[in-house]
């Protein structure tokens, strides 16, 4: 057990819609980062978040956004769905704003875009 | 960009048989993890090791940060250790992240 929970687990939505992922960081931790695991893939780094503040973005659109809350928690958002945003979203938290701190991740958000 | 070369990308064992997987690098790192992703797609710490050797059980790691490269080492394998090892690194200056290789798929047979 990491101490890190992400909700919802599984979900399906259609082309289009819009959907929000949930992250609860471990405790003291103040960074959480999101990544995207494509089937067959090593994951990729989305964003990362520390003290409320976006600390570093990857190779992704604008309608990939994110919060990250007083208490540390954070949300993934992700606007206008498309086919290839099929995959597993994963959450890790941290401590401190560098990558140098070791990362501990929670269980995933397996998404399906129909 | 910093290109993560996993090695090999598929291996086959008979449980009690000895392993080396390798990560290669082509740059420096402020940082270097090795994770085990089960079945169910949680990835489990293994090692934090941007430098140096550590142990834990059945498990060891070494890198090599000057020449670029990290082995992880699993000795008298198990079943449980069936799924897919990746290596992740952390280039300096790049606030927060880490890039993953794509993977060693392991299984070991009884």
């Known amino acids: 057990e990491t101490g890190v929970t992400q909700s919802p687990t599984h979900l399906i939505k259609t082309r289009g819609q819009q959907v929000t992922l949930r992250c609860s960081s471990q405790s003291g931790h103040n960074t959480v980062s999101w990544y995207q695991q494509a089937l067959g893939q090593g994951p990729q780094f989305i964003f990362q978040?520390?003290?409320?503040?976006?600390?570093g973005r990857g190779n992704f659109p604008p309608r990939f956004s994110g919060l990250q809350f007083p208490n540390y928690s954070s949300e993934l958002n992700v606007n206008a769905l498309e086919l290839d945003d099929s995959a597993l979203y994963l959450c890790?938290?941290?401590?401190?704003?560098?990558?140098?701190?070791?990362?501990?991740f929670g269980e995933g958000s397996r998404l399906t875009v129909l | 960009g910093i290109q993560v070369e996993q090695s090999p990308p598929d291996l086959i064992l008979q449980e009690g048989a000895n392993s080396t997987l390798r990560c290669n690098f082509s740059?420096?790192?402020?940082?270097l993890q090795w994770f085990h992703q089960n079945p169910w797609g949680q990835l489990i710490n293994l090692f934090y090791?941007?430098?140096g050797t550590k142990q834990n059980g059945r498990l060891s790691a070494t890198t090599v940060a000057t020449e670029r490269y990290s082995l992880l080492y699993i000795s008298s394998s198990q079943t449980t250790d069936s799924g897919v090892y990746f290596c992740?690194?952390?280039?300096?200056?790049?606030?927060?992240?880490?890039?993953f290789g794509q993977g060693t798929e392991l299984s070991v047979k009884p």
């Open positions: 740059d420096s790192v402020n940082n």
């Open positions: 992740a690194v952390g280039p300096y200056n790049q606030g927060g992240k880490l890039i």
């Open positions: 978040y520390y003290r409320e503040e976006e600390n």
């Open positions: 890790a938290s941290s401590l401190g704003r560098a990558n140098t701190g070791e990362l501990f």
């Open positions: 090791i941007p430098s």
